[in-house]
């Protein structure tokens, strides 16, 4: 499964690739024929073979050609990645300008992702970058954890901090004499019900996993349509 772009990784990706392009780092004609064979997988519209070309180019640190970044997101496109694709649309268009070879095609395809992500947007199946939501499997989708509660280990009880657990407290009498009484706090018990999980024995708290959403992103494109169970 392909992985996803973030924002972070595309900016370094452009300064890294225009950086090397503006300091003549030598390439030794692996890039030409890497893009040679994404270009001839796309005009024979596999774009799955285009897409895996384009991220071994990537990869590999080599210099990349001024329009390489056009092409992976019309391929990106193409596969349904329409947020990796916008995301690299965007910043060939931040950096090209209208001076890019491929500007009219940049724009055609900049009009043609504006109805795929506003369905993204109005998805709740899927993460804001158009990839299926699917229970947390931590939580189960509940959300939240039961656990034994930390605070009294399962006990349901805690020692009394004003008597150390004793049940009694000591007071000097004006004749500097130690005298001993029951403590009010405790009621001589020397324990208290656990404040935490009053005496349930478990916890509840929020899946850290999942930020208490209930859900994780896949790898799976949304197709934005709930999936019917049969019965």
Same mark, same amino acid.
């Given at each position: 499964?392909?992985?996803?772009?973030?924002?972070?990784?595309?900016?370094?990706?452009?300064?890294?690739?225009?950086?090397? !392009?503006? =300091?003549?780092?030598?390439?030794?004609? =692996?890039? $030409?024929?890497?893009?040679?064979?994404?270009? @001839?997988?796309?005009?024979? &519209? %596999?774009?799955?073979?285009?897409?895996? +070309?384009?991220?071994?180019?990537? %990869?590999?640190?080599? *210099?990349?050609?001024?329009?390489? *970044?056009?092409?992976?997101?019309?391929?990106?496109?193409?596969?349904? =990645?329409? %947020?990796?694709?916008?995301?690299?649309?965007?910043?060939?268009?931040? !950096?090209?300008?209208?001076?890019?070879?491929?500007? &009219?095609? @940049? &724009?055609?395809?900049?009009?043609?992702?504006?109805?795929?992500?506003?369905?993204?947007?109005?998805?709740?199946?899927? $993460?804001?970058?158009?990839?299926?939501?699917?229970?947390?499997?931590?939580?189960?989708? /509940?959300? /939240?954890?039961? &656990?034994?509660?930390?605070?009294? #280990?399962?006990?349901?009880?805690?020692?009394?901090? /004003?008597?150390?657990?004793?049940?009694?407290?000591?007071?000097?009498?004006?004749?500097? +004499?130690?005298?001993?009484?029951?403590? %009010?706090?405790?009621?001589? $018990?020397? #324990?208290l019900t656990c404040p935490n999980c009053q005496g349930s024995l478990k916890e509840i708290s929020e899946c850290k996993l999942c930020g208490g959403t209930g859900s994780l992103s896949s790898e799976l494109?949304? $197709?934005? =349509?709930? !999936?019917?169970?049969?019965?």
């Amino acid at each position: 499964m392909f992985s996803k772009f973030s924002p972070l990784f595309i900016l370094i990706f452009f300064l890294f690739t225009f950086t090397s !392009i503006g =300091q003549g780092v030598p390439n030794l004609g =692996q890039t $030409d024929r890497w893009m040679k064979g994404a270009l @001839a997988a796309m005009e024979r &519209q %596999d774009y799955t073979t285009a897409n895996s +070309i384009f991220r071994n180019l990537i %990869d590999s640190g080599l *210099p990349l050609p001024e329009e390489m *970044p056009y092409y992976f997101a019309e391929t990106l496109y193409q596969l349904g =990645q329409y %947020d990796n694709s916008s995301n690299f649309l965007n910043k060939y268009l931040e !950096i090209n300008g209208f001076r890019g070879a491929n500007y &009219q095609g @940049a &724009q055609e395809l900049q009009k043609k992702l504006e109805g795929p992500l506003k369905e993204i947007i109005q998805c709740q199946l899927c $993460d804001r970058k158009g990839y299926r939501l699917e229970p947390c499997s931590n939580c189960g989708g /509940k959300q /939240k954890l039961e &656990q034994s509660c930390t605070y009294c #280990r399962g006990k349901g009880v805690v020692g009394c901090s /004003k008597c150390a657990a004793t049940g009694m407290i000591t007071k000097r009498n004006i004749f500097n +004499i130690v005298e001993y009484f029951e403590c %009010d706090r405790c009621g001589g $018990d020397g #324990r208290l019900t656990c404040p935490n999980c009053q005496g349930s024995l478990k916890e509840i708290s929020e899946c850290k996993l999942c930020g208490g959403t209930g859900s994780l992103s896949s790898e799976l494109i949304c $197709d934005h =349509q709930k !999936i019917e169970h049969k019965h």
